[in-house]
């Protein structure tokens, strides 16, 4: 039967090559952002965050890029390797919201060898 | 540290018994976070704590989930009755300080037959 279920959005890169994950958040006020990484069978796993007042932020093969005028978050992964294919997720938070994380749907990255 | 620990990692029950999930969270971090992972409805928040208060359950479906966290360093989420629909996977997840990163246990994959 037909599955039903959360479509999520795929990715697909040749490994060394650069990857780029996209994210709408949806709240303006938002003003600390996360991206996550979870591979099948494990929990979440933080890569890199970013506050509102910075419009990047970069890590180990990571960029993080945030454009508050359109609310949007994106995630640059360079040299792209089988070991990230993962489904990726941004989270955001609004300090007037206590400290909860609102998770997007999350987008499949698969590097192919 | 061995980060946020979960027990048990897989649970397999039948529809009306009484589930109990365990969490215990990073040493020193002051909130604890449930989540609830399915494939129809994605990363949901449940309830979280900040210094072992409830501050948010507007996430629990309904009155048959309920969650403690008798003090810092254990928190339980309590199914009674369950109900096959509530078969998914349960993170625990903690963090620092409001507004910072959380960190996730590896997960309770429950399924209720």
């Known amino acids: 039967g037909e599955s039903v279920g959360l479509h999520l959005p795929t990715l697909s890169v040749q490994e060394g090559d650069n990857s780029i994950i996209n994210c709408a958040y949806s709240?303006?006020?938002?003003?600390?952002f996360i991206w996550y990484k979870q591979e099948s069978g494990k929990g979440p796993q933080f890569i890199i965050d970013?506050?509102?007042?910075?419009d990047k932020r970069q890590g180990q093969r990571v960029t993080v890029l945030l454009n508050k005028t359109v609310k949007h978050l994106s995630l640059q992964i360079a040299a792209t390797q089988p070991g990230d294919s993962a489904v990726y997720f941004c989270?955001?938070?609004?300090?007037?919201?206590?400290?909860?994380?609102?998770f997007g749907a999350g987008t499949i990255l698969r590097v192919k060898s | 540290d061995a980060g946020v620990i979960q027990s048990p990692r897989h649970e397999v029950t039948e529809m009306g018994q009484e589930v109990t999930l365990r969490c215990k969270p990073i040493?020193?971090?002051?909130?604890l976070f449930w989540y609830r992972q399915t494939m129809m409805r994605g990363l949901e928040l449940l309830i979280y704590f900040n210094n072992n208060v409830p501050i948010d359950d507007s996430g629990m479906p309904e009155d048959r989930f309920s969650a403690k966290m008798p003090n810092a360093s254990f928190s339980t989420l309590k199914i009674q009755p369950s109900e096959p629909r509530d078969s998914a996977v349960y993170f625990c997840?903690?963090?620092?300080?409001?507004?910072?990163?959380?960190?996730f246990g590896p997960g309770t994959r429950l399924t209720v037959t």
């Open positions: 970013i506050r509102s007042n910075m």
């Open positions: 997840a903690s963090s620092f300080l409001a507004g910072y990163e959380q960190y």
């Open positions: 989270a955001e938070n609004w300090e007037g919201d206590g400290n909860k994380l609102v």
């Open positions: 709240n303006s006020a938002s003003d600390y």
């Open positions: 040493s020193g971090h002051n909130s």
